[in-house]
């Protein structure tokens, strides 16, 4: 397996970012959207960068006759965003007392990004699955936002503790999203991102296209 880079690495935070200043969309009426994230008044998680969702658009185009991308979390606020990865420090902390500063960080960042660099807060990310033609959800192996305790590892873009069948849809999902021009972040299946920091260090592109920021 090749190096993974987690989100806590020197080496994202060091990417400059030239915000482009593209707005954030709702993807309600594009995409097939599942609720199960839905904790913000506003619909902050139904929105993304507008290039993201063409990018989204033109994958979804490339998937096998009878399968769609079923999107499920897109945009983050900032302060969603540090809750959720102060919350996961904070049960780290809890199973690991001996563990530094340092490497709760970097265990965090396994499943959540710490909230400076955050590719949700920026609109970049999004978290999907496939699904067939009715719009059921098919198998890739664990539920989506399984953290690596919960399932030994199996949210690992690359486990090898999964079956064939969810193997086979993770490759299928990978493929479109890839030459759609997505990177995915390696810990996370479900966790495709374009324009932030994380995919300009993946792609070699001199700067991240979107910085994190506020809906409206």
């Known amino acids: ?3 993974i880079i987690l989100m806590s690495d020197a080496r994202v935070a060091a990417v400059p970012v030239e915000e482009c200043g593209e707005a954030l969309v709702d993807v309600r009426g594009a995409l097939l ?10 619909g902050a998680e139904v929105h993304l960068r507008q290039g993201v969702l063409d990018r989204l658009l033109r994958a979804q185009a490339l998937l096998p006759g009878g399968l769609r991308l079923l999107f499920v979390e897109g945009y983050r606020p900032p302060a969603l965003q540090r809750r959720y990865f102060e919350e996961y420090a904070d049960e780290l902390r809890a199973g690991h007392p001996a563990w530094s500063a340092g490497r709760i960080r970097t265990a965090a960042s396994r ?4 909230p400076e660099i955050a590719p949700h807060s920026a609109g970049a990310a999004v978290d999907l699955t496939l699904a067939d033609a009715d719009g059921r959800e098919l198998d890739l192996g664990t539920e989506m936002n399984a953290s690596p305790e919960q399932r030994d590892g199996a949210c690992y873009t690359a486990a090898a503790t999964i079956t064939d069948e969810a193997r ?13 021009g997505l990177v995915n972040y390696p810990t996370e299946w479900w966790h495709w991102s374009y324009g932030d920091r994380y995919w300009a260090l993946e792609t070699g592109a001199p700067a991240a296209l979107y910085g994190p920021g506020e809906l409206g």
């Open 168 to 180: 086979s849809h993770r490759a299928v999902l990978g493929a479109a999203l890839e030459a759609a």
């Open 111 to 114: 499943f959540v990004s710490p």
């Open 33 to 42: 959207v599942d609720d199960r994230k839905h904790e913000d008044a506003q």
């Open 1 to 3: 397996m090749s190096e």
